[in-house]
């Protein structure tokens, strides 16, 4: 059984910063991409930044020289810093990740994810 659990949401003011994180735990091969998405209320859910097995990222526009994901291999662990936040970031943001794990007969890859933790940033 695979499991990520997310860690580091609340409630900021507007110019503000939060730190998320992410643990996958269990029984596994490998992790393959990681990456944070978000939804807000009333829209669709949407990626905010990725980052590869190798540490190439990419990010949503809006969050471009704001957000920073980085990931620790070691420990299966993937962060999203979160500066000058804005009242638009408030979301339910959701970890993800493509891991790679046999499921007793093969070997299977698939798509992972965490529970979600709420943003809130009051103007």
């Known amino acids: 059984q695979v499991q990520l659990v997310e860690s580091g949401g609340g409630l900021v003011q507007a110019g503000g910063s939060l730190r998320l994180a992410c643990v996958v735990s269990?029984?596994?091969?490998?992790?393959?991409?990681m990456a944070w998405y978000r939804q807000a209320p009333g829209k669709q859910r949407e990626l905010v930044a990725g980052?590869?097995?190798?540490?190439?990222?990419n990010y949503v526009d809006s969050v471009k020289g704001r957000f920073t994901i980085s990931r620790d291999n070691a420990k299966n662990t993937v962060r999203l810093q979160m500066d000058s936040l804005k009242p638009e970031d408030t979301a339910v943001y959701y970890c993800?990740?493509?891991?790679?794990?046999?499921?007793?007969?093969?070997?299977?890859?698939?798509?992972?994810w965490g529970q979600g933790t709420q943003v809130t940033v009051s103007s």
């Open positions: 993800n990740a493509e891991i790679r794990r046999s499921d007793g007969i093969s070997i299977i890859t698939g798509d992972y």
């Open positions: 269990g029984s596994f091969f490998r992790i393959n991409g």
């Open positions: 980052i590869s097995s190798g540490g190439s990222t």
